[in-house]
């Protein structure tokens, strides 16, 4: 059997080739469904192995190396590919010892993408499918990350892209990415819960292609951080995954992977799945703890703006991860999240504050003793440290009104002569 789109919900299916983003039938999010009995004799451990190190396309993607559980049937000649993964693993000790870990902690760093941001594995795989589809115009709303890659994308497949975000609220590095890149940018005086509702309207009205991640294309490239942090770990399961949670674009697609893996046997058990929000922007959070009785939404405000969503699109399909995974749901603090960034950042690795979220959740997860200290953790960065430069110079020049700043790298200044310079090193000697 083909590919096909199949409602969450009440499993209605659509052709592969539909453009639909929810169930025509009850409204309900969309999968991209494979027939993993059939792909099964196909993809093996050693079929994606036997691809690392390749120079040409699709194989040298850290995306299209798993062509077959991401867009079996899309022609290679359709693919929209920089390529984008092939991200490092960190083993970071120190960073382990910090959020009390034991066994082991790696941070995938999906800040390595050709954007910045894990966005780019997302974005080849919808607008691979949008030129598969004939579509020459591409639109999002967002908080910047998925507004950079999507532009990207857009110009290097010779679509128009347009691109809606929160005015004043996205971080400099990918606001001048997205006018860079050449998209349409429309700043509204509404949050990105607001600019979400209003493309969908511009998107049905023009009929635009939607590039968020409800379009179900999106999570199927997204899915592939877990198959090469699998890879990389020599498909050894670690125990904890801790990721980011915003729109759940990732937390969705994270279940459905690691899903996927087991069924076909790449596996042999399911780690559970962390989702870390912030605690002004946590409406998964707020759920999970009622026990899923009613389905929150929130008025966001968090310092880390990617993550700065109150009425996230994947939500379903996020409670769904919880239930394969054994999986739980976290808050941490802004300033919770710039105590995290700055040892990530002082590490020499570095992220985007929402990124810090990982590390943040960890250590929070350990002291609630739900991380055991022995456990072997993946936390996922999601953005580089360069998109938000901002908070950054704020931070450690104490410009950050009402947070302690506990790690502050102070920016020395001195005259251009010896003795100045020696009394202002003075700290460093
Ligand atoms: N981290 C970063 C750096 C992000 O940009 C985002 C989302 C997330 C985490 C949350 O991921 O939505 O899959 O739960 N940014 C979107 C954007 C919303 O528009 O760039 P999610």
Redesign the pocket.
Known sequence: MDSHLKCINCGQTYLINRVIYHCAACGGLLDVVHDLEALGGQVTRTTFDARLGAQSAPYHSGVWRFKELVNPGLPDAQIVSAPEGNTNLYDVPRLAGWAGIEGRLYLKHEGENPTG???DRGMTGGVSQARALGMAQVA????????AALASYAARAGMQALVFFQKGHVALG?LAQSIAYGATCVQIEGD?DAAMRLVQMVCDEFGIYLLN?VNPFRLEG?KTIIFEALQQLGWRAPDWIVV????????SAFGKALHELFQLGLIDRIPRVAVIQAAGANPLYLGYKGGFRDKPTVKAATLAT??K?GA?V?YDKARRTLQWTNGVVAQVTDQEILDAKAQIDAAGIGC?P??ACSLAGTRKLVTERVIERGAVVVGVL??HLL?DPTVILDYHTGMLAGFEVRYANKLLTAAPDLESIKRALNSFM
Not at 140 to 147: D, E, I, L, M, R
Not at 244 to 251: D, E, F, Q, R
């Open positions: 941001s894990f966005k999002c709303a967002s908080t910047g990350n998925t507004s990918k990105f991640s997204q980011p949670g915003g729109n759940l674009g990732n937390s990617a993550i969503i996230p994947n985007e929402a990124s999601t953005g998109k």
